[in-house]
Nanobody, 119 residues
């Protein structure tokens, strides 16, 4: 059983940056691919990024490429999502999730953290 807790969300102006963290307990993250998802009000959940467990391969949605960077620190059992050049359309609740591989349906989800991009 893996428990995931997101943090780092908040209110930021357009063009600003935030770094989200996904901290795990109950199990090591070494064996899991970790994905970030987001859901804006009235919209479907969207996959944002993922980092694989084996070789650290990363994947990004087209909408966030060149702006977001996913990374993992297995020693700290934490995955990060650095978000730069934020836009109002990035406003959503962001969730991290653990799966066997990227593109698999996640087995575990965090509770989410709100990101609001507004002037």
């Amino acid at each position: 059983q893996v428990q995931l807790v997101e943090s780092g969300g908040g209110l930021v102006q357009p063009g600003g940056s935030l770094r989200l963290s996904c901290a795990a307990s109950g199990s090591t993250l070494d064996y899991y691919a970790i994905g970030w998802f987001r859901q804006a009000p009235g919209k479907e959940r969207e996959a944002v990024s993922c980092i694989s467990s084996k070789d650290g391969t990363t994947y990004y949605a087209d909408s966030v490429k060149e702006r977001f960077t996913i990374s993992r620190d297995n020693a700290k059992n934490t995955v990060f999502l650095q978000m730069n050049s934020l836009k109002p359309e990035d406003t959503a609740v962001y969730y991290c999730a653990a799966a066997a591989r990227c593109y698999d349906e996640p087995d575990y989800w965090g509770q989410g953290t709100q990101v609001t991009v507004s002037s």
